[in-house]
T-cell receptor
Framework: AQKITQTQPGMFVQEKEAVTLDCTYD???????LFWYKQPSSGEMIFLIY??????QNATEGRYSLNFQKARKSANLVISASQLGDSAMYFC????????????FGTGTRLQVFP | EAGVTQFPSHSVIEKGQTVTLRCDPI?????LYWYRRVMGKEIKFLLH????????ESGMPNNRFLAERTGGTYSTLKVQPAELEDSGVYFC????????????????FGEGSRLTVL
């Protein structure tokens, strides 16, 4: 069965430092997509970055990059130069191409950025 | 352009009562999804509409939950009668293209409706 595992319930990072949020996944499908969403205290889910299973290069979006290691089934999110506004919950999610049109989420990691 | 809007933002009800949550997707989005996050656990899929039709309702927990999308616009999720374990945050999301988008497959989420059952 498809599953997303986020083993870090909470992380702390100092402003301007980089931080890595871990995500591992389990699927038997060859075609899938991996996502990271940010949920600030306001509640909305904000899409950050996407990686397709056939993409050869790691996805990057501004200060966000996805460290995709297919053989290890990991899709870690790297935030460079952390800002105070990055403090939020971060969810990793997976979507299989052919089996379903839904996202499978992990339990999330709460990131706190301190000055 | 307005994003996905959900109402109410927070509802507190007693066990046995009824609550109806509403979601207005982004205009023109045929796909509408409901998800739920129970405290401390993962966000779980509930169901998926394509226009007014239920495409996948495999995540609906039981028959106390009823989702509708009359006319293929806004959707409602009714819980009747509510139980303590129904407490959580209910998210609605919408997307324009069905299936897998090769570029992002992005779903646009609302801010969620927090339900507290006492």
């Amino acid at each position: 069965a498809q599953k997303i595992t986020q083993t870090q319930p909470g992380m702390f990072v100092q402003e301007k430092e980089a931080v890595t949020l871990d995500c591992t996944y389990d699927t038997s499908d060859q075609s899938y997509g991996l996502f990271w969403y940010k949920q600030p205290s306001s509640g909305e889910m904000i899409f950050l970055i996407y990686q397709g299973s056939y993409d050869e290069q790691n996805a990057t979006e501004g200060r966000y990059s996805l460290n995709f290691q297919k053989a290890r089934k990991s899709a870690n999110l790297v935030i460079s130069a952390s800002q105070l506004g990055d403090s939020a919950m971060y969810f990793c999610a997976m979507r299989e191409v052919y089996n379903t049109d839904k996202l499978i989420f992990g339990t999330g990691t709460r990131l706190q950025v301190f000055p | 352009e307005a994003g996905v809007t959900q109402f109410p933002s927070h509802s507190v009800i007693e066990k046995g009562q009824t609550v109806t949550l509403r979601c207005d997707p982004i205009s023109g989005h045929d796909n509408l999804y409901w998800y739920r996050r129970v405290m401390g656990k993962e966000i779980k899929f509930l169901l998926h509409f394509v226009k007014e039709s239920k495409q996948d309702e495999s995540g609906m927990p039981n028959n106390r939950f009823l989702a509708e999308r009359t006319g293929g616009t806004y959707s409602t999720l009714k819980v009747q009668p509510a139980e303590l374990e129904d407490s959580g945050v209910y998210f609605c999301a919408s997307s324009q293209d069905g299936g897998f988008d090769a570029n992002t497959g992005e779903l646009f989420f609302g801010e969620g409706s927090r339900l507290t059952v006492l």
